[in-house]
């Protein structure tokens, strides 16, 4: 079966670095999207990736290996306003999005 | 403000009523989706639609139907639900069409409960 694998709640302090980990296994692969959703809010996309590598984007960065069916989300200079749930979901060979259930991101001051 | 915009934000109703759910996206998208949230699970996804045509449809109970009536419009319509259908519904958006790994917009949600 597919199955996404994330942790379910983290707990961060405010400035710190946090690493939000995802394993996927899918039927094919067609890239592995991140999310946010600030509860009570709408998920909002944060990176795609469908080349092994690291892409950053300012304070986010998302990388993945394709061998390993793994992906991780990293946050740097954390903020009290990165407190929110975080989506990893995979495409799979049909273009189907197979989501994870989320992690609940907890910034403490 | 992402574009989509879910009404009403909170709906109670009870299993023999009938309700409806409203999306409206204002981005110009052709594509728009229904997806159930439940606390701790994986979004699933309800329906998709494509130029108002459906084209996906992942083995929904019949109690949901949806309605999409031109590309900036998307309805649930819900009758004699279960209390395990109580969830937050969103709907979503893209300007890709399904079978593209383009990104979603999603809308903020229709909080239900039924009792």
């Known amino acids: 079966g597919q199955n996404i694998d994330q942790p379910t709640e983290m707990t961060a302090t405010e400035g710190a670095i946090v690493q939000i980990n995802c394993t996927y296994q899918?039927?094919?692969?067609?890239?592995l999207f991140w999310y946010q959703q600030h509860a009570g809010e709408a998920p909002t996309f944060l990176s795609y990736?469908?080349l092994d590598g690291l892409e950053e984007k300012g304070r986010f960065s998302s990388f993945l290996s394709r061998s390993k069916g793994y992906s991780y989300l990293l946050l740097k200079e954390l903020q009290m306003k990165d407190s929110a749930s975080y989506l990893c979901?995979?495409?799979?060979?049909?273009?189907?999005?197979?989501w994870g259930a989320g992690t609940k991101l907890i910034i403490k001051p | 403000e992402t574009g989509v915009t879910q009404t009403p934000r909170h709906l109670v109703m009870g299993m023999t009523n009938k309700k409806s759910l409203k999306c409206e996206q204002h981005?110009?998208?052709?594509?728009m989706y229904w997806y159930k949230q439940s606390a701790k699970k994986p979004l699933e996804l309800m329906f998709v639609?494509?130029?108002?045509?459906?084209?996906e449809n992942n083995s929904v109970p019949s109690r949901f139907s949806p309605e999409c009536p031109n590309s900036s419009h998307l309805f649930l319509h819900l009758h004699t639900l279960q209390p395990e259908d109580s969830a937050l519904y969103l709907c979503?958006?893209?300007?890709?069409?399904?079978?593209?790994?383009?990104?979603?917009?999603f809308g903020e949600g229709s909080r239900l409960t039924v009792l």
């Open positions: 979901a995979s495409m799979d060979s049909n273009y189907q999005l197979i």
């Open positions: 990736n469908v």
């Open positions: 899918t039927s094919g692969f067609n890239g």
């Open positions: 639609y494509s130029l108002e045509e459906r084209v």
């Open positions: 981005l110009g998208h052709n594509a």
């Open positions: 979503a958006s893209s300007p890709d069409p399904p079978g593209a790994a383009g990104e979603l917009f």
